[in-house]
């Protein structure tokens, strides 16, 4: 069973640009989960994607903004970079809110 | 607000014996919670999990341990091995209401050989 993928592994942005970030489920998982870990913190929560829908956010801007395909693929954006936006992005996924997630290998954004 | 606190940063251990790895969380309406490590370069890997309706399960050399009446809960690791050597977060979930996971800022265990 192919695990959870994300795309690209490295991205490099200058401030004020806009990132996209992809991340394909495990086959059969319709949750979609996306964390960031900055530099020294812990996994911050960001986005719940279930069903196509978004389930929950997190504490941060709207200027991260995301969406579920039907193939229950996701997309996060990020407008108006910002140097503090530069953290490694995993995404996970599950088959039920209730059961573990599965992450990622992760999308490192650099912004200079 | 830090709803699931891990304060150990730190942890190391002797091959051999047991890593035992903390954490803390203050909402109540948590009700599932979960271990996961995580190498350098890597996603967080699952570990182990436990529901609130339990207070001991156990998955080979990984035993989680919920204590709900002082809202903690820690991950054994006996024997403690080199391979197990990487940041362990735990994690806390509300099954229901406006459910998502909160992770703890990690441990990092150090098992030296």
């Known amino acids: 069973e192919a695990g959870v993928t994300q795309s690209p592994t490295h991205l490099i942005k200058t401030r004020g640009q806009q990132a996209t970030l992809r991340c394909s489920p495990i086959s059969g998982h319709t949750s979609v989960y996306w964390y960031q870990q900055a530099l020294g913190l812990g996994l911050q929560f960001l986005l719940w994607?279930?069903?196509?829908?978004?389930?929950n956010r997190g504490n941060f801007p709207p200027r991260f903004s995301g969406r579920q395909f039907p193939n229950y693929s996701s997309e996060l954006n990020v407008n108006a970079l910002e140097l503090e936006d530069s953290a490694l992005y995993l995404c996970a996924s599950s088959r039920d809110i209730a059961y573990e997630q599965y992450f990622g290998p992760g999308t490192r954004l650099t912004v200079t | 607000d830090q709803q699931v606190k891990q304060n150990s940063p730190s942890l190391s251990v002797q091959e051999g014996r047991i890593s035992i790895l903390n954490c803390d969380y203050t909402n109540s309406m948590f009700d599932y919670f979960l271990w996961y490590k995580k190498y350098p370069a890597e996603g967080p890997t699952f570990l182990i999990s436990?529901?609130?309706?339990?207070d001991k399960n156990e998955d080979g050399r990984f035993t989680v341990f919920l204590n709900k009446s002082a809202k903690h809960l820690s991950l054994h690791i006996v024997p403690s091995q080199p391979g197990d050597s990487a940041v362990y977060f735990c994690?806390?979930?509300?099954?229901?209401?406006?459910?998502?996971?909160?992770f703890g800022t990690g441990t990092r265990l150090k098992v030296l050989a």
């Open positions: 436990i529901s609130s309706i339990k």
């Open positions: 994607y279930d069903e196509g829908e978004e389930r």
């Open positions: 994690a806390a979930s509300a099954t229901s209401g406006t459910y998502k996971y909160i």
